[in-house]
């Protein structure tokens, strides 16, 4: 922003996630991508892994043309989920507590069990909608270092995830994604997997 600042004096704010905005509404009408079947937005040629960011500012600019839904007759990502979250229709929604996402990450009261019971080995999220989206064979993994996991993160299996301590947790997550689901509820993250692999 202070580079801007150099060309142009205004006034705004950076955002990557860090506040109340319609990210990815602002991205599609801003003709970046389109929102797909699975709710993400998804840049044609490069799929929908990526971060978002914007600049909120004062200055007016011209604006593009917002792009299309191009998933076609595509549905895998709605029958993929593995608690049918997505609903289909004229635009596909969003069941957020029926998302595995969203009860592993946002809630922060217990897991239903019949969300809990279809985790699989989660812990933390699901992106199955992601993964088999066929535009997302075009996805590039980062080069950036900042967002390699270390190898202490890596090597995490279910006895470690297990006998985790707050220092572990501290530690292993310090700077990430991870943080926002906090101790405790990984824990309770990990326990319906235990309460899962011993129903099984």
Known sequence: FSYINTLIPIEGRIFCDTAPVMERYWAQQAGIG?????????????????????????LELPWDTPMQNRCGHCNSCIEHCPTQALIPGDFTTLDSNRCISYQTIENRSDIPFEIGSKMNNRVYGCDTCQKVCPWNRFSIPTTIPEFEPSS????????????????????????????????EGLLRNINMLRKNKSES
Request: net charge positive.
């Open 34 to 58: 389109f929102i797909g079947k699975n709710t993400q937005l998804i840049i044609p040629g490069k799929g929908s892994f990526f971060f978002l960011g914007e600049i909120i500012s004062s």
């Open 152 to 183: 202490e993160f890596l090597s995490l299996d279910q006895e470690k995830l297990e006998h985790l301590t707050h220092e572990d947790y501290n530690r292993i997550f310090k700077k990430s994604a991870v943080k926002r689901v906090k101790y």
